[in-house]
């Protein structure tokens, strides 16, 4: 139970020590209208929903990962096939492949470098970088299956989108997740988040020179804050 007082001319609230409000300025001398404020237990459904939505984010860290794996595949199959172009009698031939194949080479490694930034972003951003990932290995999967469609009836083929169908399915729970914990940290209030309690009224008062308390308590109901006249 943290006991804490409000300040009596913006009702902002002020540790049981300090001497001064830390928005208005306002000098406190004793403890007025104490609070108390229970701290608030994460029930255990909130704790599994979390570690869930935490599971969920890693695993489409892993995919983004998964999806770089891939990329490095192919450029190590593309490199396999480039010491092949050795084989082909006619060099025009021969040159033509070598370009097309050092094209491709420098595609995939552009690719497995934004994957892996995408990782490392993910760790900060994971909602937007699961998001681009995600229309990043879709787009790329849909133009590999139009550009050659036999490969979906091949044994490698079929290995291939299994597991990018795995891949997929990984970057979609993890855009979820993100995405439920980025609302419930937007939505959530500011005092759970570790600032602090926003006053009544929403809105905080400007700073300025506030009056001094009286020795016997606060200001005067009633006088507007201002020093007492006193008539002779």
Known sequence: MDQVTECPQCGAEIGAEEAFCGECGEQVAEARRP??????????????ARYGHEKNIQG?????????????????????LLTQLSDIP????QEALQTVLYI????????????VGLWFWAKSNPFAASVTALIIFGTLTLISVVLNPKIIFSVIGII?????????????FGVKSALATRGKARGGPAYERGGRRPP????????????????????RRGSGGGPRRTFR
């Open 35 to 48: 609070v108390r404020r229970a701290r608030r237990k994460p029930r255990l459904a909130d704790r599994y």
């Open 60 to 80: 489409g860290r892993t995919a983004i990962l998964a999806a770089a794996g891939i990329e490095v595949f192919l450029v190590l199959v593309l490199l396999v």
């Open 90 to 93: 006619i060099p025009a031939v």
């Open 104 to 115: 491709a080479i420098a595609i995939e490694l552009v690719i497995v470098f934004i994957y």
């Open 160 to 172: 291939l989108l299994m597991i990018k169908g795995g891949i997929f399915i990984a970057l979609i």
């Open 200 to 219: 009544r009224g929403g809105r905080r008062p400007p700073p300025g020179r506030r009056p001094r308390l009286r020795p016997g308590g606060g200001p």
